[in-house]
């Protein structure tokens, strides 16, 4: 069985004017809501439980759990001041319930849904290969192909999609890491990915490499003009 977190609470301040007034996880492509192509790829997998975790124009996400009956609105009131390391000690209780858990960003665009209804062996990042350098996050692996970095900026290697799963075992040790980290102010400021990173000696991840089309990062507005020229408004 399997449980999801979807971190929307961020300002999404590079796409501003538009996030002004509309969070961007519900700005619309092709006259759907980002977030709902990652739902929907959740919902299509049978992922039982979702929690979504809100905060800056949260109210504007109270119809997801009608529309979809097995997510759960979660507030995050540290969202302008902390980093999404919060996010992830919001929603900390499903991973910590036994179950294999997915951690996905809110503002993806996934263009397969059954780009998850895939067997996961391994706690892994859903990564697209990127050769030269990549200045965004990436992830490093040794020859066997077991996660030895998550950190910006690398060369050859694949960068972060926004999407990650952890089995409930590695789920019950990342909880464990995110709490410590979590109870001094000074990593309050920190993505979560960065404890991820400092802990991979523990947890038992791997790579999941996707094609460029299957999942699309939106960070700006020319990156969202050119996706809705591709898919429609």
């Known amino acids: 069985m399997d449980y999801a977190i979807i971190m929307a609470s961020g300002q999404g301040t590079r796409l501003r004017p538009l996030t002004l007034q509309t969070p961007k996880p519900l700005i619309r492509i092709a006259n759907k809501p980002m977030i709902e192509t990652v739902l929907n790829a959740l919902c299509q997998r049978k992922v039982q439980k979702i929690a979504v975790v809100v905060g ?51 503002d993806l665009w996934l263009s397969r849904p059954e780009i998850l209804c895939l067997d996961i062996k391994h706690s892994c990042y859903f990564g ?3 050769t030269g350098y990549c200045d965004d996050w990436v992830l490093e692996q040794d020859a066997q192909g077991r996660l030895t970095r998550v950190g910006k900026g690398g060369y050859d290697c694949c ?5 990650s799963y952890f089995t409930a075992k590695d789920a019950r040790l990342l909880v464990n890491f995110i709490e410590t980290a979590y109870s001094y102010p000074e990593n309050r400021n920190k993505f979560w990915d960065e404890i991820v990173n400092e802990h991979l000696d523990s947890l038992d991840m791997t790579v999941h490499v996707i094609q460029d089309e299957d999942i699309h990062e939106i960070d700006t507005v020319e990156e969202l003009t050119e996706m809705r020229a591709r898919y429609g408004g």
Do not use: D, W
Not at 159 to 163: E, P, R
């Open 128 to 130: 697209r290969q990127f």
């Open 56 to 106: 800056y124009l949260g109210e504007q996400f109270s119809y997801l759990p009608q529309k979809y009956p097995n997510v759960q609105l979660i507030q995050n009131k540290n969202y302008a001041s902390e980093n999404n390391i919060s996010s992830v000690y919001t929603a900390k209780q499903l991973l910590m319930e036994n179950h294999n858990c997915f951690i996905c960003e809110a």
């Open 159 to 163: 960068a972060l999609a926004g999407i």
